[in-house]
């Protein structure tokens, strides 16, 4: 049997039911963090003092006045702003509030007595407890404010929240009526600087206008230099002249570039000239006539001569005016030529002339602009204290209003048994759930069937339920021998070669099921009428005897040391077809006794005398005999308990056994709970449910020791193919 190949990564995820495997294999632990969380917050949630709470909802507004502020047009926009109403959160939470707050309600001798303090505490030790109580929060999508209090007390939790909510309109009225007069102040003293620093530049102006003689009309209209509208149109002219010279020479260039033919049709179009129209609409009758009186008449005719002389005439006449024609553009080219050079040299002398003027006067222009900029910042000023003070005499609109006042509550709202109860719950549930996946990701033992194949590249032959006994006890009808028949059928189709009859079984580490396992195996060899010989090759912890009930006082090793024949050590079962060869008592001189010659020797003698020699052996991990038997013998079987060891240990098993040359058949999985994991029901649950409901009608009819099973091997053989 070839090892399955490692599946993708999209068929190694996990499927529904691997959660649910995990679930239902946690649920200890699931349950018992459910339980804990939802007691404890049971406990606490009964333990917790009641509380009220009372709510005064205030609507804030920015400082605005009733009618429209001077110099503007519109009324301004109370547009909702998130970031004001989030700022005045803050605001009705600071310490400028909430110390008037404890003041005028005398809140330091209320948490005193409530704290049992000795003597009166302070307001700043007052403040952080009347913080806690307060939830300050926005009515959806309004401006409108709500100040929430809880306290034990009802009626004091109204009485504060009433009071939060004056202290605060009180706060915001006396800041905005102080700043309105403040501003007006401090406008009012920089106009005055402002006057001074204008009369200044005026003086420094008037000195700089008549030391350089500048002609300026107003003192602050244009100096009288080159008239920018001179050169404006000098730079228009020079503008057209670019545009008249690029058509004409364009136009030149292109027309002295045709044929002659080509030249005559392209002319009239390009450069439209009367004369020459004229010229070509006679040149196209004569030829007209030429050519309808041609044949007629004959070439020597009087009126033929005449034509052809006239068509030589008016060809000659036609070159020559497109020559003119080519002529004039060429001219009108040139023309437009020195014009541009006149203009640009226009352009050129006229702002020479106004760039020297306006060096010479460049200090009074720089202090005219400077009396200009004064002149702007003191009317500037000027305008805003008389807006400020208007403003301030116009109506103030509300920016504060109490909606609804705080009443005390009816019931108390704190603790929130339901609430707390339902959160209880479900965070126990998530902390159950979480904290089981996460001890399951933890956990790198074995799990399931594609766990093993794709950690340890070998099929898996049998899967082994829990609490198995000794099938040669419990009979050939027992629902866990179907198990054991199934990893015979699959043993008997993996084995390579049909002559090998010699097989041990090993394990990682101690406690995997390999004893159980090899004497149930053999058992069930045996009772489908093979000659079995079971040999207990665990030396050092010998346990097949007790499950025979028999004396391991002499077996394998008196054997090997040629102490006793092998006749002599060798026991019958129960069963007539099961031969057993206990281990015997080891000297601690010949703890090497398996790696002799002797052993082998003796395997190839039982392999000759019985059908099938099974071998029992330590763990492989930590003894050298079971990688001696995996190097003797013809096969070998990795057995491993469910999640018992991390899946290294098996893995390393697996090459210990490769390394010494042995043949690995493939892997047992032991010790699997069917009824709590559903996973693997499908491999050996069915068969529970198969023969309790086939106990009463059929029996496994037996004879000279034989049990018929064809059923069980078919059975069997299907599970293995399917790996």
Same mark, same amino acid.
């Given at each position: ?175 905005? #009526?102080?700043?309105?007069?403040? +501003?007006?102040? =401090?406008?009012? /003293?920089? %106009?005055?600087? $402002?006057?001074? !620093?204008?009369? @200044? ?98 070439? #020597?005719?009087?009126?033929?001569? +005449?034509?052809? =002389?006239?068509? /030589?005439? %008016?060809?000659? $006449?036609?070159? !020559?005016?497109? @020559? ?400």
């Amino acid at each position: 049997m070839e090892a399955p190949k490692t599946p993708n990564t999209s068929e190694a995820k996990l499927h529904f039911l691997d959660y649910w495997r995990i679930i239902r294999i946690r649920k200890t632990v699931i349950l018992a963090v459910f339980l804990l969380v939802v007691l404890t917050t049971t406990a606490v949630t009964f333990i917790l003092p009641e509380s009220f709470s009372s709510t005064v909802r205030i609507e804030v507004n920015k400082d605005t006045t009733d009618i429209a502020p001077l110099l503007l047009g519109v009324p301004t926009q109370n547009t909702f702003d998130p970031y004001f109403i989030q700022t005045e959160f803050e605001k009705i939470k600071s310490k400028t509030v909430l110390y008037q707050v404890i003041t005028n309600l005398a809140l330091t001798n209320v948490f005193s007595k409530r704290l049992n303090t000795e003597g009166t505490l302070k307001a700043s030790e007052v403040y952080p407890f009347l913080l806690r109580q307060i939830d300050v929060r926005q009515s959806r999508n309004t401006s409108l404010i709500e100040i929430r209090v809880y306290d034990e007390d009802k009626l004091l939790a109204s009485t504060i929240a009433n009071e939060i909510a004056d202290v605060y309109r009180q706060t915001r009225e006396e800041r905005s #009526g102080r700043a309105s007069s403040e +501003s007006i102040k =401090t406008l009012r /003293t920089q %106009l005055d600087l $402002q006057k001074e !620093a204008l009369m @200044e530049a005026q003086k420094a102006m008037d000195e700089k206008r008549i030391k350089l003689g500048v002609a300026d009309i107003d003192a602050g209209g244009g100096l009288l230099t080159v008239e920018p509208e001179t050169v404006r149109m000098i730079e228009r002219d020079r503008i057209a002249a670019k545009s008249m010279f690029a058509q004409f020479d364009t136009l030149f260039k292109k027309l002295r570039a045709l044929p002659k033919q080509e030249l005559r049709r392209a002319t009239p179009t390009a450069s439209p000239d009367p004369q020459l129209s004229e010229l070509l609409s006679n040149l196209a009758k004569t030829e007209i006539e030429y050519a309808a009186v041609v044949n007629e008449l004959g070439p #020597g005719h009087s009126r033929i001569v +005449s034509l052809s =002389t006239m068509m /030589t005439n %008016l060809n000659e $006449q036609i070159d !020559a005016r497109c @020559e003119g024609v080519l002529k004039g553009l060429e001219t009108q080219a040139e023309v437009q030529a020195a014009r541009i050079a006149v203009l640009d040299q226009a352009e050129k002398d006229a702002r020479q002339k106004d760039a020297t003027q306006m060096e010479k006067y460049r200090p009074y222009f720089q202090a005219k602009r400077d009396v200009e900029t004064q002149q702007r910042i003191y009317e500037t000023i000027k305008l805003r204290i008389l807006q400020e003070t208007v403003d301030a005499a116009l109506p103030k609109k509300s920016i504060v209003q109490v909606i609804d006042r705080a009443e005390a509550g009816v019931r108390p709202v704190r603790p929130n048994i339901p609430l707390n109860i339902s959160l209880g719950v479900i965070v126990g549930l998530l902390m159950g759930f979480g904290l089981a996946f996460f001890i399951e990701y933890l956990d790198t033992s074995v799990k399931t069937i594609d766990d093993v194949e794709r950690a340890v590249q070998a099929p898996v032959l049998g899967v082994i339920p829990q609490n198995v006994g000794a099938l040669i006890e419990e009979g050939p009808e027992s629902p866990h021998a179907e198990a054991y028949r199934v990893l015979r059928t699959n043993i008997l189709f993996a084995r390579k070669d049909a002559n090998w009859n010699c097989l041990t079984v090993v394990s990682g580490g101690a406690g995997e099921g390999k004893s159980t396992t090899i004497f149930n195996l053999a058992t069930v060899f045996a009772q489908n009428g093979q000659r079995v010989l079971m040999v207990d090759s665990d030396l050092r912890r010998p346990s097949l005897h007790k499950l025979l009930n028999v004396t391991n006082s002499a077996g394998l090793t008196n054997f090997l040391l040629k102490q006793v024949g092998l006749e002599e050590v060798i026991q019958t079962t129960s069963l007539p077809t099961l031969h057993f060869l206990p281990s015997g008592k080891l000297p601690s001189s010949s703890l090497g006794v398996l790696n002799s010659p002797q052993m082998k020797e003796f395997i190839q003698a039982v392999k000759a005398r019985y059908d099938f020699v099974f071998f029992d052996s330590p763990p492989i991990m930590g003894v050298s005999d079971a990688s001696i038997l995996a190097s003797v013998v013809d096969m070998s079987l990795l057995v491993i308990q469910y999640r018992k060891y991390p899946q290294a240990m098996t893995i390393r098993a697996k090459q210990m056994v490769e390394k010494v040359g042995g043949n690995l058949l493939g892997v047992v999985l032991n010790n699997i709970n069917i009824s709590q994991d559903s996973y693997y029901y499908y491999y050996s649950g069915y068969y529970y449910d198969y023969y309790s409901k086939h106990d009463d009608s059929e029996s496994s009819p037996k004879k000279n020791g034989e049990a018929k099973t064809p059923a069980a091997d078919r059975g069997g053989l299907e599970i293995k193919q399917k790996y």
